[in-house]
């Protein structure tokens, strides 16, 4: 199978004032393209071939010898699910039946976003914060995962999952990744 770089679900420019055309361009022209067409390289001839991407990355985690697959696997479908995540004039509380979860496992939207936030802040280095659901109970987790480390490496099914690697907000907002997360979830974020 080769995978190819999925359309942006909205125009580069969509998410401004949050988050530049600029960024955009080089995060998913450039970074989510180099990992797709990394993973295409380095699965050629293997047995990861002709896998669907949630495969491979259950397939490989966790284990050394597979490390760039596992890599470039779990960013690609990170960066997808990432964009989805997201749309213009979005931000704010969710509705329904995630809006009731949420009060249940967190207490209150606000205590939840406090939980999210710090999260995100405190991933040391490249990585990622996720709201995600234990497939196992039903309960809603905040979980920081380091590099391209995800969710569906661990058994999670993920709800939101947000980019803080330095490439990801440093030409907009530079040292300010605190700045870059509030807008994330008070501007962009879409609740599927
Ligand atoms: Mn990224």
């Known amino acids: 199978m080769i995978f190819e770089l999925p359309p942006l679900p909205y125009q580069l ?11 955009m361009s080089y995060h998913y022209g ?5 990992y ?11 047995k990861f071939e002709n896998m669907p991407m949630e495969e ?7 284990k050394s010898e597979f490390s760039g697959v596992f890599n470039n696997a779990a960013q690609s479908w990170n960066h997808t699910f990432f964009w989805n995540t997201m749309k213009p004039n979005g931000g704010g509380e969710p509705t329904g039946e995630l809006k009731k979860k949420i009060d249940r496992d967190f207490g209150s ?10 999260a995100a802040v405190s991933q040391f280095g490249s990585g990622w914060a996720w ?3 234990d497939k196992d109970n039903g309960k809603l987790v905040i ?3 380091a590099n391209g480390d995800n969710p569906i490496a661990h058994g999670l099914i993920p709800i939101i999952g947000l ?4 490439h990801a907000y440093y030409l907009d907002y530079q040292n300010r990744r605190a700045d870059y997360i509030n807008n994330y979830l008070n501007h962009l974020v879409k609740w599927n």
């Open 13 to 23: 420019n969509a998410l401004e004032p949050y988050i530049s055309e600029q960024t």
């Open 30 to 34: 450039k970074h989510h393209q180099a």
């Open 36 to 46: 797709i067409d990394n993973l295409n390289k380095l699965i050629k001839n293997t």
């Open 56 to 62: 491979i990355i259950i397939k490989t985690a966790g």
């Open 109 to 118: 939207y606000d205590k939840f976003k406090a939980e999210f936030i710090n």
């Open 131 to 133: 709201l995600a659901e």
């Open 143 to 145: 979980i920081k995962t």
């Open 163 to 166: 980019d803080v690697w330095e």
